[in-house]
């Protein structure tokens, strides 16, 4: 193995390096999965490299990555980390100081994007599996680093379906740590996502001539029912779970013109809906509610996909386990979603990562260096209390 050079960096510096890749989910993510191949190389795991192309066509790479147990159990048991490397687009960045990948330390903290999600936890990964030699191992250490989890989840589906060391993994049935940011704490359950497009078209003409036809004028008319629609699921205790803040459905709704000219008449209308479906929740009738909507406006609606919520018990061993390595008593729920709602084949899976989802996707993205360094602390002791012992 090669890797003591990175003993040799702090993990603010080898979060730095991984902001530098501009890896927005709408590009290639391949230089930055490259690097992070090479690191884990270096400290002695065999990489899996899963590619595809997205449907824009460009090349998208996840990586499952395993370093053998030295002694023990083999391929049975163990531990997986794993992150996504895609972040979120950078048109609206503003520090006032620095530019996206380029990041910078400000009292204590770290800006960037994918700083805090998820680019600073990676790092801190990395840097606590490089603690422990290899011939400390007694079951195998696992990385699984996916592609477009901001935008679908893609990388984890192909994951999911084409990996032999994710299956490894399931029937092995390690734990897996989703490096998302909790503020260290330990997550048990997050909600999953739920997406459709109703859409309306036209007939675009200068609006002087007569001879247009307003997308709009379809797409209008159903604009009040699914309002209805959405203020049901937010009185109705049916549509919620109290575990979670909301305890709602979190409906959204999005409108689109094209073109946007006022003196164009709109050629496409379209209201884009998404939901974050719940454990314990049947949401099936607001579902056929849409549907049966949209066949009586006559309205083509397109589903963007479902990605499921996930829950574990929050008496599970691993959840208790968990809460001992952190220091905390009790396992949380969080309203967003993370790979895991892919992978849920994994049974052992639990979220905990440095750094808060309100410092996520904002235009100054940002991490704290100490949450940085509390979590190789907390990643090593979980690397060593289930692949060392």
């Not at 990605?307 to 396992?331: C, F, R, Y």
């Amino acid at each position: 193995m090669k890797h003591f050079w990175i003993t040799k960096v702090t993990v603010e510096e080898l979060t730095k390096e991984l902001v530098s890749f501009d890896s927005v989910s709408h590009k290639s993510n391949r230089a930055i999965s490259q690097r992070v191949a090479e690191i884990l190389q270096d400290l002695g795991f065999e990489v899996e490299w899963i590619e595809y192309n997205d449907v824009q066509g460009e090349g998208k790479v996840s990586l499952v990555c395993k370093r053998e147990a030295f002694a023990g159990s083999g391929s049975q048991g163990g531990i997986a980390y794993m992150a996504h490397t895609d972040v979120v687009p950078v048109d609206d960045w503003d520090t006032g100081f620095s530019g996206p990948f380029e990041a910078v330390e400000r009292s204590g903290r770290l800006y960037g994007r994918g700083a805090c999600d998820m680019k600073g936890s990676l790092a801190s990964a990395i840097k606590a599996v490089s603690r422990i030699e290899p011939q400390e191992q007694t079951k195998p250490i696992y990385f699984v680093v996916s592609s477009d989890e901001e935008v679908g989840m893609d990388g984890a589906k192909h994951i999911d379906k084409r990996s032999k060391y994710f299956q490894e993994m399931v029937n092995g049935q390690c734990v897996g740590i989703i490096g998302e940011p909790t503020e260290l704490q330990v997550v048990r359950a997050h909600k999953g996502t739920l997406g459709y497009i109703i859409r309306s078209k036209g007939i675009s003409a200068h609006t002087s001539t007569g001879e247009g036809t307003n997308a709009n004028y379809a797409l209008i008319p159903i604009l009040s029912k699914l309002l209805e629609l959405r203020e049901l699921t937010e009185r109705d205790s049916r549509y919620h779970n109290n575990e979670f803040d909301p305890p709602t459905l979190s409906w959204n709704m999005v409108l689109r013109n094209e073109p946007l000219a006022v003196n164009v008449t709109t050629a496409l209308a379209e209201a884009v809906l998404f939901l974050r479906p719940m454990p314990g929740v049947n949401d099936q009738p607001i579902v056929e509610a849409i549907h049966a909507l949209c066949k009586e406006h006559r309205l083509e609606l397109i589903e963007k996909g479902r990605n499921s919520p996930w829950e574990v018990s929050a008496q599970a061993d691993w959840i208790q386990k968990m809460l001992q390595i952190v220091g905390g008593s009790t396992a949380k729920t969080v309203c967003y979603g993370t790979d895991g709602g892919v992978l849920q084949r994994l049974e052992r899976m639990l979220v905990c990562g440095p750094g808060s989802i309100d410092q996520a996707h904002r235009k100054d993205e940002w991490v704290s260096i100490d949450h940085l360094n509390k979590a190789v602390a907390i990643y090593e002791r979980a690397f060593r209390d289930w692949a060392t012992v």
